[in-house]
């Protein structure tokens, strides 16, 4: 057999494939705590520099602007370069970017520095996402994709946890000396332990790609091909042209409608949870613990919808998922009175509004071949992140506008609803392209 993707495709997961699988989750759970460590410390930066909500909204999405970007640009890095390189790049912009948001003296120095750092986190999302999806066999790939995704409320609750500790002792500058210490240890950790996609050597073939195919597939425990099936890749075509093909063009759209919109929901929650929590009279550490608690209900949806998603199928899975989240959106608007009230509340929203978002890593995994792969999910996650960005910022506005929290969540969590409809014009163009075989829908 000479196709090293049929080979880990129908082969049973090894323990160095798990261990890839799980490195990545771990990337996506340091992704999860840097773009959140903003949130853990805006009471302290509206406090020390006396801004009002509607600034607050456009600091809290510094990072999402340079997420879009990242995500596109260096999503298509990875396609051209590689799925390691690029996440080394990553990782190396996000130390630094976490480092000097601890030294800012300025709300504009700090706007600067966390859209450096959200390019870092942005290309990391494309590339980890294509990473799993090329480690993990047929039977697995949607399971080890949503786990992947999953990371990233797992590592906002734990790093969110001790920025809780941090605050009781520190000012806010500590979260991100923190943070930029954790993500140089994974930058080291990665250099020296991931390896890069065979699928993606197999597509590209770059210099020596045969010998390091089969280095990597001993450390899996198969044994080595002796040479690479004939490539099907159209030479000198770009990823992007490809994408904007007539063959994927209204696929590609639809989802970055779909993902644009729930994605404006998805933020609202967790950029504003901090400043709506001590807006009601209660300390920062305990509007970082009611943070907590939305990210630990993000996490167990995630985890079940990625048991789920291996037995119904996904995208009409995600459809009732979706219509859900509007519901649990709306109902977190009505203002409850103790903390306990607020941690049930928001970790009964992050269960179906993270459950959402992590099925659209799956269901981007399986649509896009691997030569567009990272280019593939960072458009949709790229341009999609318009809606990170101004998630906050609109619910900034209507906050200062005068709208009370209730009709400011009706507002934000319709993005929900017009998702699910994105999902349901999706079902004829996916059922087109998988009677075609122009896709990997599974």
């Not at 640009?73 to 948001?101: E, K, N, Q, S, W």
């Amino acid at each position: 057999m000479s196709d090293p993707k049929t080979i880990l495709d129908n082969s049973p997961m090894n323990g160095f494939q798990i261990f890839v699988v799980v490195m990545c989750i771990a990337l996506n759970a340091l992704d999860g705590f840097d773009v959140l460590a903003i949130s853990f410390a805006s009471p302290g930066i509206a406090a020390e520099w006396s801004i009002n909500r509607a600034e607050l909204g456009i600091v809290l999405a510094a990072e999402l602007f340079g997420m879009a970007v990242g995500s596109i640009l260096l999503g298509g890095l990875a396609d051209r370069h590689g799925r390691r390189p690029t996440i080394l790049f990553c990782l190396v912009i996000m130390t630094l970017g976490m480092y000097v948001a601890s030294l800012v003296t300025s709300v504009g120095q700090l706007l600067m520095v966390r859209f450096v750092t959200g390019l870092g986190i942005g290309g990391m999302l494309a590339s980890t996402n294509a990473m799993v999806a090329e480690f993990s066999n047929r039977k697995h790939r949607n399971l080890a994709v949503i786990f992947m995704a999953a990371g990233y409320p797992v590592g906002a609750i734990i790093g969110g946890s001790i920025s809780t500790v941090l605050l009781q002792a520190y000012d806010w500058r500590a979260i991100f000396v923190f943070g930029s210490l954790v993500t140089g240890a994974f930058l080291v950790i990665s250099w020296f332990s991931l390896p890069e996609s065979i699928e993606y050597l197999a597509a590209r073939r770059p210099a020596n790609a045969l010998n390091r195919i089969n280095r990597t597939l001993a450390r899996m425990g198969h044994g080595g091909i002796d040479q690479l099936a004939a490539s099907t890749e159209t030479a000198g075509r770009s990823s992007f042209h490809k994408l904007f093909s007539p063959d994927f063009r209204a696929l590609v759209l639809l989802m970055v409608m779909a993902y644009f919109m729930l994605i404006m929901t998805f933020y609202y929650i967790l950029k504003w949870i901090p400043k709506i929590v001590v807006d009601m009279g209660h300390e920062a550490a305990a509007a970082g613990g009611v943070l907590v608690w939305a990210n630990i209900g993000g996490a167990t949806g995630a985890f079940l919808l990625g048991f789920i998603a291996s037995r119904v199928p996904l995208r009409q899975l995600l459809m009732v998922v979706l219509l859900i989240a509007f519901v649990m959106v709306s109902a977190f608007g009505v203002r409850q009175t103790d903390l306990n009230g607020l941690a049930l509340i928001a970790a009964a929203t992050g269960f179906f509004t993270n459950a959402s978002v992590v099925g659209f890593y799956a269901l981007m995994a399986n649509t896009f071949p691997s030569d567009i792969r990272a280019s593939g999910t960072g458009i949709v996650i790229g341009i999609g992140r318009g809606g990170a960005a101004l998630g906050p910022v609109i619910a900034g506005f209507l906050f200062n506008a005068g709208f009370d929290l209730l009709v400011v969540s009706i507002v934000m969590g319709a993005g929900a609803l017009v998702a699910a409809l994105a999902l349901f014009m999706l079902g004829p163009v996916m059922k087109r392209h998988q009677a075609t075989g122009n896709l990997q829908l599974q």
